[in-house]
């Protein structure tokens, strides 16, 4: 729907007001400099929640449980629940900006006790689908790290454009600040973030060591040239090289396992066994860090396609054990073969944020042209220069044998995750009868429904029943607004889907529930975009009550609302976040990133990420436990393709 009269007025009287190159002239408006205009996140009204909320649970419940439910949830809304709307209110209005992120960051990211490997952080796949701008990994490494300390730069100096939602209305950007210098730090009950505002350097892992390279010049603090990277990351590889006689105990070389066991079980390992002497100087450096570089020469993906993406995806999610130091905001991982991606943590941001980074660095990479034909880079570093700038130096560990063991312990137990994990990456648009966004917007229906819709359909006919459905939906229309959830199962999309399994269905029935199913979604979603989802607020209820010391049988209703597991989970992926020229103008099946993903929620369901990428594909990324017998990306994969063309063919002629 188009920006109502009332909008466009406030969102007028936010450029009159905030955007500098009207009152000064000149200037655009800087990052934040929407942030005092933002409206602060409601508390919805709480018969509106729990009606909602049995909405969505109907589809999974028998008539009897249903009206348990219901009982239980109304009697909650009259008892305590008033009360803890009250107070949930009151600080909503008294001390905090925002009555949800600050409980969700702490509560849902830094209490949970499970690894952050695969049950938390997720990935990005760097790049183009079909074009490696060269295949020298050094080269691409200091291209793109220099990219990337850009991106820094215009965050420091406030420079990078707010976004606009339809060029209208401004996003919550705070997210930013904590991209680069942050690490999560592990705690018996409770992790912390720690963000080192002043750090200026990288931390590269490089064949199993890890080394410190300052990234700016040591007499005027400015920013190292790619050519100049490029000469610090050759000498990195160097000492590399001459390390590979060396005796060093393999634990060493394995010392990131720690970070990718569970929380408590590494903050335990770190305490005993990093926290003073040389240990604790290089877990120093390495927590400090902008972020993390690891060039992986060894590692070649397949040729191209969907083999590649595949392979690509579970590397950087994973990689083997002891190339992913878990805490760190972001790890941008380059390599044999010139690809790169990211592997981010999950509590500082949100994956639109890293993607919108990601995606300005290619861009950047793209208009620069940095590379000769032989793959080399243009410019060279000046001999002189490099000569003034600070040796890369390899970080040491002195590891004692009971270190040594706790090593190899969390080694082993994340390979144990690692090979239960399995991802199928596919890009739907290459075969005959398939599409992308514009066939979809022919059949005028919201593509983000149509994909959902087809979601549905597709696990019906891979489980042989329903389950609960997770979508993230963004609140950054908020102050300080991350995402709430749009529960994408709903009675209208049961009903279309057994229609579409139901062989005496019409077509005209059929589509009529489509109808249906997709405007249900379409406004589910926009309940959430405006604050007026369901989940959050069922959550911070209960983290109220708990602050308050109220009984378990008073907010049962709430307990039990959330342990419901959510047996897919899904997210779109954005795109085209920049403002910066595209190679063919848009995206395309060439120039497009396959997008990224992350592990299933339930060990028995799926995690099921998707990029929209231009007009003529769809990304997806479908990942399970292979010890959950009922879960296979790749039938799954074959079952959504049937459920998109199907879909289309309803809604032609």
């Known amino acids: 729907r188009r920006p109502g009269l009332i909008t466009k007025l406030w969102a007028g009287w936010l450029k009159l007001i905030y955007t500098p190159q009207i009152v000064l002239g000149g200037r655009h408006p800087l990052l934040y400099s929407y942030q005092g205009a933002l409206p602060v996140l409601p508390v919805p009204k709480l018969n509106d929640t729990i009606t909602r909320y049995l909405e969505s649970i109907k589809p999974l419940q028998s008539e009897k449980e249903f009206k348990e439910t219901t009982k239980s949830a109304r009697e ?78 215009l965050i420091d100096r406030e ?72 000469h610090q990351l050759k000498l990195i590889k160097s000492i590399s090289e001459g390390m590979r006689q060396t005796s060093e105990a393999s634990a060493g070389r394995c010392i990131a396992a720690l970070t990718t066991d569970y929380r408590a079980k590494w903050c335990e390992n770190r305490e005993r066994f990093l926290s003073h002497g040389v240990n604790n100087a290089s877990l120093s450096e390495i927590e400090s860090a902008l972020f993390i570089l690891s060039l992986e020469e060894a590692t070649h993906p397949p040729p191209k396609g969907s083999e590649q993406w595949t392979y690509m ?5 994973c990689g ?29 941001a949100d994956g639109p944020i890293l993607a919108h980074a990601m995606e300005y660095i290619c861009l950047a990479e793209y208009n620069a042209n940095p590379y000769e034909p032989d793959g080399g880079l243009r410019d060279v570093a000046d001999p002189a220069t490099v000569k003034q700038l600070a040796r890369p130096y390899r970080l040491d560990w002195l590891l004692s044998k009971d270190a040594e063991e706790a090593v190899l312990s969390s080694l082993q137990r994340a390979h144990e995750d690692i090979g239960d994990f399995q991802t ?31 979601l549905q359909l ?73 604050g007026q989802g369901v989940d959050r607020h069922l959550f911070c209820l209960y983290v109220m009550a708990r602050g308050l010391v109220v009984s378990e049988d008073q907010v049962a209703f709430l307990k039990n609302a959330l342990a419901v597991p959510w047996t897919m989970s899904t997210s779109q992926i954005p795109q085209q976040q920049t403002s910066m020229k595209w190679p063919k103008g848009k995206p395309s099946p060439m120039y497009s990133c396959p997008g990224g993903g992350f592990g299933p929620v339930a060990d028995t369901g799926y995690g099921v990420s998707y990029m929209l990428a231009g007009d003529d594909c769809i990304y997806f990324h479908v990942a399970a436990k292979r010890s959950a017998k009922q879960t296979d990306p790749e039938a799954f994969r074959r079952q959504l393709c049937g459920a998109l063309k199907e879909i289309r063919d309803l809604c032609q002629p």
């Open 424 to 454: 199928r990456v596919f890009r739907f648009g290459d075969e005959e009868g398939e599409f992308g966004t514009k066939e979809i917007k022919r059949c005028g229906v919201s593509p983000d429904a149509f994909v959902q819709m087809a």
């Open 458 to 530: 597709a696990y019906r006919r891979d489980a042989g029943s329903f389950c609960l459905t997770y979508e993230s939906s963004q609140t950054r229309l908020f102050l300080e607004g991350r995402t709430e959830t749009i529960r994408s199962l709903s009675n209208e999309s049961v009903a279309w889907v057994n229609a579409m399994n139901d062989k005496g269905a019409s077509k005209q029935q059929r589509k009529s529930l489509l109808d249906k199913a997709t405007a249900r979604h379409t406004l589910t979603s926009k309940l959430a975009m405006l």
């Open 159 to 230: 420079e990078l454009e707010p976004m606009l939602l339809r060029g209208i209305v401004p996003l919550c950007m705070a997210q930013y600040k904590g991209m680069f210098g942050t690490c999560r730090m592990p705690g018996n009950d409770c992790d912390r973030l720690e963000q080192f505002e002043f750090s200026h350097h990288i931390v590269v892992h490089c064949e199993g060591s890890w080394y410190k390279l300052e990234c700016y010049h040591p007499e005027t603090g400015v920013l190292l040239e790619p050519a100049e990277f490029l």
């Open 313 to 317: 995806a579970k590397h950087l999610l």
């Open 320 to 348: 083997d054990g002891t190339n992913r130091w878990c805490d760190k905001s972001f790890s941008l991982v380059v390599f044999g073969s010139g690809h790169a991606g990211i592997h981010g943590e999950h509590t500082w």
């Open 76 to 153: 909650f809304e009259q008892g305590v629940g008033a009360r803890l709307q009250r107070y949930l209110k009151a600080k909503r209005f008294l001390w905090s900006n925002n009555y949800v992120s600050d409980w969700w960051t702490k509560y849902v990211y830094l209490s949970s006790r499970s690894p952050l490997l695969l049950y938390s952080n997720f990935y990005g796949l760097g790049g183009w689908a079909e074009v490696i701008p060269t295949s020298d990994p050094l080269s691409r490494a200091a291209v793109l790290t220099h990219a990337l300390l850009s991106f820094k730069r």
